[in-house]
């Protein structure tokens, strides 16, 4: 097989049949001529689907070995997307520690669906096979986790979930198909938010839903079909432009997230520091199993505390004080005052999402330039 960086910088290149564009043109249109009223064309109406959008579900199916893909409106509507197809009343086990925002819609549906959801460890096993005991319907991982970078042994916890009779679902966000494809290692469904690294350019917002199933494929593309989710057309355009460059930012930024992590951990200042490619880190070893680079984002606390966090934060010149990663932008955030705000004060305790957590998402910068920014914020605090 033609190798992954080839791929993705070939995803929707000498695609336009009609006019021969190396780059396929944005289509526009909300609606496709028919020829007999009775027979559909590939394209009919833009909320079914429409070329870009299919391109890039595509090129990501491809990417992830995935037997489908449904590119939705944004990530949180790709995780609801997933649970469109569960019966009320469905037990879901999900990771106690994933994305605020994911942990919202899922209290949420489960008020009103009825959903039995149960929140666990799940880089603990066996607190993780203890969720599932009765049988469940979905697992939902999130590997490494956002923000506090713990990582979940990805073919040991679909293991489980298979055996308990659930599907698993991953979020893959903070890596992205170029340095983790959950599908290799035993998972039925992997999710992300284009937005975020897939993307990189912070000018867009999409979700996308790969599928190891071709039913189940089929069954998200009609949910999202009648709901009305599916993402925009000059959306998909720019992901697919970021897409082509995801391999080359994903490794770059990997590594300066590396550099900033270990100078970070010899800072005096620093108490804690949570990165998966730190050789103390807990996930560290599975990681660098299922993993193929560590990722851009990074997060840590200070001896001295929140208001030290804080400060620290708007002290930053080359960091921008904003939610979202993965961009070719280095961004700084508070977790617990912004991305994981909407959890209650005790849900981000179980999760160590403290109010003094500061989150880091390593851009494509110079990494001298990026601590040197770094290192005169901890002078100053």
């Not at 990417?63 to 997933?82: K, R």
């Not at 293991?159 to 679902?169: C, I, M, P």
């Not at 460059?245 to 994903?250: H, I, Q």
């Not at 199993?289 to 997060?299: E, H, I, K, N």
Request: charged share 20%; glycine share 10%; aromatic share 6%.
């Amino acid at each position: 097989m033609t190798c992954f960086s080839t791929r993705a910088a070939r995803a929707g290149i000498n695609a336009d049949p009609v006019h021969g564009a190396v780059v396929a043109p944005v289509s526009l249109s909300a609606a496709y001529r028919r020829d007999d009223p009775a027979v559909p064309g590939p394209f009919d109406y833009a909320r079914t689907a429409h070329p870009g959008r299919d391109m890039l579900a595509r090129a990501l199916a491809d990417l992830d070995g995935a037997a489908g893909a449904v590119v939705t409106g944004s990530g949180m509507a790709a995780i609801d997307l997933v649970l469109n197809d569960l019966p009320n009343g469905a037990r879901i086990v999900c990771a106690h520690d994933c994305y605020g925002g994911a942990r919202r819609l899922f209290d949420a549906r489960a008020r009103q669906r009825g959903f039995d959801l149960v929140y666990a460890d799940c880089t603990d096993l066996d607190a993780l096979a203890r969720a599932l005991e009765p049988g469940a319907a979905l697992a939902f991982f999130e590997t490494p986790s956002n923000p506090r970078l713990r990582v979940t042994d990805l073919k040991a916890a679909t293991a489980l979930a298979r055996e308990a009779g659930a599907l698993s679902a991953v979020d893959n966000t903070v890596l992205s198909p170029a340095l983790q494809r959950p599908l290799e290692h035993g998972a039925d469904i992997t999710l992300a938010s284009i937005t975020k690294l897939i993307n990189g350019h912070s000018d867009m917002v999409g979700g996308v839903v790969c599928v190891r199933d071709g039913e189940l494929a089929e069954r998200l593309a009609w949910w999202a079909n009648a709901a009305g989710t599916g993402g925009a057309a000059f959306d998909a355009f720019l992901a697919l432009r970021g897409l082509r460059t995801l391999p080359v930012r994903a490794r770059v930024q990997s590594e300066t997230a590396g550099v900033l992590a270990r100078r970070l951990a010899a800072h005096k200042a620093v108490a804690r520091v949570d990165y998966p490619g730190l050789t103390g880190h807990p996930g560290h070893e599975i990681a660098a199993r299922q993993q193929d680079g560590f990722g851009p984002l990074l997060s840590f606390e200070l001896h001295a505390g929140t208001d030290a966090a804080r400060a620290l934060a708007r002290g930053l010149t080359f960091f921008t004080l904003a939610q979202s990663l993965g961009g070719v932008e280095s961004l700084v955030s508070i977790p617990a005052l912004m991305t994981h705000a909407a959890m209650s004060p005790q849900a981000r305790a179980e999760a160590g999402v403290g109010d003094g957590l500061v989150r880091l998402s390593a851009g494509l910068e110079d990494v001298e330039d990026l601590w040197t920014d770094l290192d005169a914020a901890l002078a100053a605090l």
